[in-house]
């Protein structure tokens, strides 16, 4: 890999590592606020909301920077975001503007990859990033796991700190302060030399295109699949993320805290799959790996009665001592052999469209097409899983719900492919 690889796969560490802690911090604070259980997606709702909006010139403000200011820039607003909830602004307002941070640092990050690096070298350097995201998804939801426990507020009621004498306000600061660390490290990633036409001075002609980039990606036989799987798949694991959270309180009767295991558990199965990825899947057979995407779906609704199945008795008590510990001994296979079979899936599938992406148009308006389709999938989803909790549907079939549609519209688009494939050389076209 070449000089900066890897100082950008530590501020990805560090940035990541703050977005997971994040998360538990800010569902602790709506907790602390006795807030409906449907308000947790709706805070990502705002969140992804971001990514939708701001989708047209996200792409063209990566492209006009060098792509190490524009990270610095977006961890920095993202520790604007954490600063304006420990000021008393509401976590859903504060949370959003985390999400503009988050739309664009994600062209970036990923559009420095297609800049510093061949194609041949892309799966790899995906899988570099997808595992150095899955190290901090495990770190970061322990850290904010730890940060908001009983423990954790037990401590701090002794310390008597002023504004931050409550665990889920102490969480936001530490987590505001990782982002801050974050926003140092991209300062170290060097130049790559990599230079765009400044398109921010035209903003009346770049949702025009937007619009084009995005109906060409859709339309071209190879980044349609990639698009396709990439946008279910992020849109599902979005979504799971709050689900395995409801899941593990509902089937396991654990707390925030210790459900941010669970989150963790999964992250190490993804850093498995994405290595096992890396080793075994060269860039011009990556449409081979759409069938384990349907076998993911399957598992994905076979958790869903876990607990129900394994401990009818006590499923859905609270559990205390030796019980957690055998729960969540026996959960962990699970939740890995999951996370693995993402994980092998979506490395592929990412280093496919950012390479034809690249090829087509520019890295960060291919990224941005793809952050598009990917959060209005997150927000449907999403809306979908509020209105399900609204209804009170148990989050079994919820979760059942979920990993029937993961494996339909992946089997369509394996057809899809199989379909292009006798109208085009697919294989031709990655090679391009």
């Keep these: 890999m070449k000089k ?17 802690a994040l998360l538990i911090a800010a569902i602790a604070l709506l907790g602390a606020m006795h807030a409906a259980s449907w308000w947790t997606p709706l805070l990502q709702i705002l969140f992804t909301t971001s990514y939708v909006v701001l989708a047209p010139f996200a792409g063209a403000f990566a492209d006009a920077l060098q792509k190490r200011y524009v990270m610095f820039a977006a961890n920095a607003l ?14 859903m307002i504060a949370y959003g503007v985390v999400g503009i941070g988050a739309a664009a640092y994600s062209p970036a990050k990923y559009g420095i990859l297609t800049e510093l690096l061949p194609a041949r070298r892309l799966v790899a350097a995906n899988a570099w990033l997808e595992s150095a995201t899955v190290l901090s998804t495990i770190v970061g939801t322990a850290l904010g796991g730890a940060l908001i426990s009983a423990r954790a507020a037990s401590v701090l009621s002794r310390l008597d700190w002023p504004f931050l004498h409550r665990a889920p306000k102490f969480a936001m600061f530490s987590v505001m302060l990782v982002y801050a660390a974050a926003a140092l490290v991209n300062i170290g990633i ?9 398109r921010l001075r035209e903003p009346e002609r770049l949702v025009g295109e937007f619009i ?20 279910l798949m992020w ?118 469209l950012q390479h034809r992406g690249a090829t087509l148009i520019t890295a960060g308006h291919s990224i941005a097409v793809q952050n598009f ?60």
Excluded at 190 to 198: E, K, L, S
Excluded at 217 to 228: G, N, S, V, Y
Excluded at 321 to 331: K, N, S
């Design 4 to 20: 900066g690889f890897y100082t950008i796969i530590a501020a990805q560490f560090v940035s990541s590592l703050a977005d997971n």
């Design 373 to 432: 389709n990917q959060n209005l999938a997150v927000l449907l989803m999403l809306g979908a899983y509020a209105l399900l909790l609204r209804a009170n549907v148990p989050v079994q079939w919820v979760i059942v719900t979920f990993g029937a549609f993961i494996c339909t519209m992946i089997w369509l688009a394996r057809r899809r492919s199989k379909a292009n494939a006798r109208k085009v050389d697919l294989r031709a076209m990655i090679e391009d």
């Design 212 to 231: 084009e980039s995005f109906n060409l990606l859709w339309r071209d036989e190879l980044a349609q699949i990639a698009l396709w799987v990439t946008t």
């Design 235 to 352: 849109g599902a694991a979005v979504t799971l993320q709050l689900l395995v959270l409801k899941w593990a309180g509902a089937n396991l009767g654990l707390s925030l805290s210790a459900a941010a295991l669970m989150q963790g558990a999964t992250g190490i199965g993804v850093a498995i799959g994405a290595g096992a990825a890396a080793r075994l899947v060269p860039l011009a057979r990556a449409l081979g790996v759409l069938p384990v995407g349907i076998v993911a779906g399957v598992v994905t609704a076979g958790m869903a009665f876990y607990g129900k199945w394994l401990f009818p008795s006590t499923a859905g008590l609270h559990l205390h001592g030796h019980f957690i510990a055998a729960y969540i001994a026996c959960a962990f296979p699970l939740m890995i052999g999951l996370g693995a079979l993402a994980g092998y899936f979506i490395v592929p599938m990412n280093a496919l």
């Design 78 to 91: 993202k520790a604007a975001g954490c600063a304006m909830m420990l000021a008393g602004v509401h976590p």
């Design 190 to 198: 060097p130049d790559t030399g990599a230079r765009y036409t400044n």
